[in-house]
């Protein structure tokens, strides 16, 4: 039995370590295809300013081209942040930076697919003590899953604050997408379990984690995860994570 349980450990291991490249891998793909976006935008205001002589246009060119580079600077730190500066132990962590990092790898998508997304992050949030890496996989998972449940555009709604239970803070992330029906929602954190048939047009079926995977990386924060749906009114999850 003890050789039995060794070889499920090792393997769960191995499943976390997979999906948490995986997870990487999606998170790296959107924030390469952002950044050629904002690349073209600023060769082709480059274009327009040197094709024209008067000081208006060249002035335009010049505005759209440094928002353009701003906008690539805050791309390439969110990368960085993943790469270099958060640790995978749990650590005193913002979870406000960490929405505004994500967002700021999908506002193109979200205006693509005619998301509106609203945040609504209280300055006094509390840290938590977290792995900032896995909790944005995790957020960037949710996100997703909420843009692909309103396919004909939709509300979205990132809430952080401290929770009412004392001790906690809650990241809530709401849509009013199709819902969830009420005989699947008592299976959605199930292993394996998933409503989708495959990648949308986007190419995207989440981010490689799976809700399975979101709970049991929420749990190992000694958190909790809820879900709350509608068919026809829409879904949010509440993530809950102790305070520093």
Not at 15 to 28: F, I, V
Not at 124 to 153: C, E, F, H, W, Y
């Amino acid at each position: 039995m003890g050789d039995d349980s060794q070889a499920v450990q090792q393997l769960k291991m191995q499943l976390r370590r997979s999906q948490s490249m995986a997870a990487l891998g999606e998170l790296t793909s959107t924030a390469t295809h952002e950044f050629n976006n904002v690349l073209m935008t600023i060769i082709n205001y480059a274009r327009l300013g040197i094709r024209n002589q008067d000081a208006a246009t060249r002035d335009k060119a010049l505005g759209k081209i440094l928002e353009a580079s701003e906008r690539a600077a805050k791309i390439t730190g969110t990368i960085l942040a993943q790469a270099r500066n958060r640790s995978e132990s749990l650590e005193p962590t913002d979870l406000g930076e960490i929405v505004r990092d994500t967002l700021v790898l999908l506002e193109r998508e979200m205006n693509k697919y005619r998301i509106n997304v609203a945040t609504e992050i209280d300055p006094a949030t509390s840290k938590v003590n977290a792995s900032g890496n896995q909790i944005q996989r995790v957020l960037l998972n949710l996100l997703i899953n909420a843009r692909q449940a309103m396919p004909d555009g939709g509300e979205l709604t990132v809430r952080l604050r401290n929770s009412e239970e004392t001790g906690f803070v809650d990241l809530v992330i709401r849509d009013n997408g199709s819902g969830i029906p009420a005989e699947t929602l008592p299976r959605i954190f199930d292993p394996f379990f998933s409503t989708k048939s495959g990648p949308d047009d986007s190419g995207k079926g989440g981010t490689g984690l799976g809700l399975a995977a979101c709970k049991e990386i929420v749990d190992a924060h000694h958190g909790k995860i809820r879900v709350e749906s509608s068919v026809g009114v829409g879904t949010a999850f509440t993530i809950r994570l102790p305070q520093c």
